[in-house]
């Protein structure tokens, strides 16, 4: 199950970096651009890619949490601290036993 959610979420990323680089930048770009009857008809390219962006950023954000979810069942809640002291006492010396 972990591995089909870390697929739909490295699928996602990807999809999303695609949509974001498709969009048309609104920064003017130093002045050179599109001219104005281009501006026109890409409105509806423009809503789709950001309606398109919205819901696979919700899919990545939903994934990553899932992702985090999951694999805290194989974290320990032990700290780091507690297990050095319990390396010291189990490494103590013994005294050897005389008959």
């Given amino acids: 199950m972990e591995n089909f959610i870390l697929l739909i979420n490295i699928i996602s990323a990807i ?20 001219s104005q009857e281009s501006y026109v008809s890409s409105r509806s390219v423009g809503n ?8 696979i950023a919700t899919i990545f954000i939903i994934s990553s949490i899932s992702v985090t979810i999951l694999s805290q069942k194989e974290i320990s809640t032990k700290s780091v601290l507690e297990e050095v002291e319990q390396k010291q006492e189990s490494s103590e010396p013994e005294v050897p036993k005389s008959d």
């Fill in 48 to 55: 789709f890619l950001s309606k398109a962006t919205g819901i």
């Fill in 15 to 34: 999809l999303l970096v695609i949509v974001v680089l498709l969009q048309k930048s609104e920064g003017g770009a130093l002045g050179i651009g599109a």
